[in-house]
């Protein structure tokens, strides 16, 4: 009885495996035969920088694949190709593209975002050159402009190279992001000039005050002493008291 349960059992086995088999065959035969119907595309940008949308990613596509999509079959689609390509725009930060059975090809993009503008001395006049949230300098020609932070002087006392890449100097990238994450100092301050001596001037959008940074260091110390002076001492004294504000030195706010 033993025995005969066994052979039973090993039957049973077969014959599931058999069907398991002829099912894998099938679903591979029906997706054979899937149409590519709808391009789905679903961007994930930062707030304010829409500045890849889903038809700059549907113009790209057919030059990625050679053809237009719709009515390929979803098996000769090289969802690889068009990952690629789309990892490799600027903007660009996490691509996932995938097929449905719903006869459907999904785009799922995030984008990166940007922290500041830089003046670009030598680029023709409708090229901007942002710099992204890693510090990398991206310049793209007739993009819109971004409302940011505009950040002026020598380019070489704002850049540096590593690895062979130009990317901001790294104790500048922390100041950008401080002004960035705070939304009163990301409204206030306007502009942002590196000096020869590597010093900083800040620029305003109210008040016109000339503030003196410094050095980028010291950096959390000295923005508290900026915020400091913005809600106490200017409802104190009013906007056009001061036009010139120090704050490089330790423990000393000074005002002039």
Known sequence: MVKMGQIANGIISFLLAIGLG???LLAEKKHAALLCEHIEIEIKDHSGQ?????????????SIHKTTLIGVPLQKIDTYSITTRLNHQPFVKNVLVYK???????????????IARMINPIGPHSMQMYIDENGDLIAIENLPLLRLLVIGGNPE???VETD??????????????CLYRDPFFRYQITSLEVENNH???LGTQIGNHKIEFGYAENISEKLEKLRLFYSKVI???????????NLEFKDQLICE
């Open 22 to 24: 002829l099912s894998i």
């Open 50 to 62: 829409s500045v890849i949308t889903e038809k700059d990613i549907l113009d790209l596509l057919p």
């Open 100 to 114: 449905t059975w719903h006869n459907t090809l999904k785009v799922y993009l995030e984008t990166k975002y940007v």
């Open 157 to 159: 006392n704002i850049v």
């Open 164 to 177: 062979g890449l130009q990317r901001c100097a790294k104790e500048l990238l922390k100041l950008l992001h």
């Open 199 to 201: 010093k900083i001037i």
């Open 235 to 245: 409802p104190y004294k009013g906007w056009n008291a001061y036009g010139r504000v």
